[in-house]
């Protein structure tokens, strides 16, 4: 596994030379919300359809 300097040298890497610090801070972001995601996933802490169905139900 990558460490979080070595993925924020690849997403540097990859985007524009144009980019803005906001660009920036927002892929960052992004990738770090995406790799959470990934280890809930990898936990066990998913949700099924009905569930999230179940609990949206409550608010529409």
Do not use: C
Not at 41 to 47: S, T
């Amino acid at each position: 596994m990558k460490t979080a300097k070595q993925e924020v040298r690849k997403i540097l890497e990859n985007i524009p030379n144009n980019s803005t610090f906001e660009d920036i801070q927002y892929h960052i972001y992004v990738r770090e919300k995406i790799e959470r995601g990934l280890k809930d996933v990898r936990e066990g802490h998913v949700l099924t359809q009905k569930e999230v169905e179940k609990r949206l139900s409550k608010w529409l």
